[in-house]
């Protein structure tokens, strides 16, 4: 037997219907919404530029004067619309031009290449600058808009320059530290923040410049004089030519973690002692490099040492066997010499 779906898709249509017809209104609605700007905003930059017009007629202006002053009318329009406006208010002012002020008057007729010329001058400079305050304009936008987004995040976030002034600060980085905005800028961060490193700062700076980014712990002091440990990050901004920038820095705090961490170790370090107590075992940690010895207190109860004297290896022979203190001394010199495990 076969199942027909066609009731089942019409009844999914039917629930659909009303959330398409309701993204179709909307869309509607923004279209008619943004044609009525427009349409303001058109009629209201021809009567700017007729007032313009007018004025500079009465006050005798010649062609490349009111072109000037016709420039600054488009520029101003330009900023509140696309470049399809700023086309519309350039072929209307030149119309204006070319009827009110080229020769002959009242005609758009050009009797003189100089005219000719000039109109041509002011179409293309008008259009090219229009076109470069759009650019900029979008520029403007996309930085606020990302300077916007940074704001959102909950970590720290801040960009200093290639002499460690700070030139951008975000809202995570004012909650965590204590410092808004306005405070921070123009500051050098490691001397705002009191930055502690657990590696030279020489050797993090040479590894930024040869790879494009760091990362590591760092301690941070805060605006009330608490430190916090944090997970950071830096990233290094380079021009075209790969010439250093400015360097974008991330931070995370660690704080309460690594308070866990350790408190986290200091329980399992009790759980171990207590367990070697109960099976009077001992542990030892020998550090080769340094030469130093680490006993648990186990240890010091098996060899019959005070807890309070400092181990060492010859502690550790005088306790072995005779018989087996060359055997002892051999497997620790080995043992030293390569690196390897022995029992």
């Known amino acids: 037997m076969t199942l027909s779906r066609e009731p089942a898709d019409r009844e999914i249509r039917k629930q659909h219907r009303p959330a398409r017809l309701a993204a179709r209104s909307d869309m509607m609605t923004d279209r008619l919404a943004r044609l009525r700007y427009l349409m303001v905003l058109w009629l209201s930059g021809v009567m700017v530029l007729s007032g313009a017009t007018w004025l500079c007629f009465r006050l005798g202006l010649d062609l490349s004067a009111t072109g000037f002053a016709f420039l600054i009318v488009i520029v101003l329009l330009s900023l509140m619309d696309s470049l399809i406006s700023s086309i519309v208010f350039s072929i209307f002012a030149l119309g204006c031009l070319n009827y009110f002020f080229a020769e002959p008057l009242f005609s758009f007729r050009v009797t003189y290449a100089r005219d000719l010329l000039a109109l041509t001058a002011f179409l293309i400079t008008s259009l090219a600058i229009t076109t470069l305050v759009r650019h900029i304009r979008q520029l403007g936008n996309a930085q606020r808009e990302q300077a916007r987004l940074l704001d959102l995040a909950h970590d720290t976030v801040f960009v200093r320059d290639m002499s460690d002034v700070i030139t951008y600060w975000n809202r995570g980085a004012e909650e965590l530290y204590g410092w808004k905005k306005r405070e921070a800028l123009g500051k050098t961060s490691h001397d705002l923040l009191q930055t502690r490193f657990h590696t030279p700062l020489d050797e993090i700076n040479e590894t930024l410049l040869r790879t494009g980014s760091w990362e590591g712990e760092l301690v941070h002091t805060k605006r009330d004089g608490v430190n916090v440990i944090v997970g950071s990050r830096w990233s290094l901004q380079q021009s075209e030519s790969g010439?250093?920038?400015?360097i974008l820095e991330t931070n995370?705090?660690?704080?309460?973690?690594?308070?866990?961490?350790?408190?986290?170790?200091?329980?399992?370090?009790?759980?171990?002692?207590?367990?070697?107590?109960l099976s009077l075992t001992g542990s030892f940690g020998w550090n080769v490099s340094r030469g130093e010895i680490f006993w648990s207190d186990q240890s010091f109860g098996i060899f019959e040492y005070d807890s309070e004297t400092t181990p060492t290896i010859e502690m550790t022979l005088a306790r072995t066997h005779p018989d087996d203190v060359a055997f002892v001394r051999q497997m620790i010199d080995q043992a030293a010499q390569t690196g390897q495990d022995f029992d």
């Open 243 to 246: 010439r250093p920038l400015a």
């Open 252 to 277: 995370i705090d660690m704080t309460e973690r690594k308070r866990a961490e350790e408190a986290l170790r200091r329980n399992q370090a009790q759980y171990l002692a207590e367990a070697q107590t």
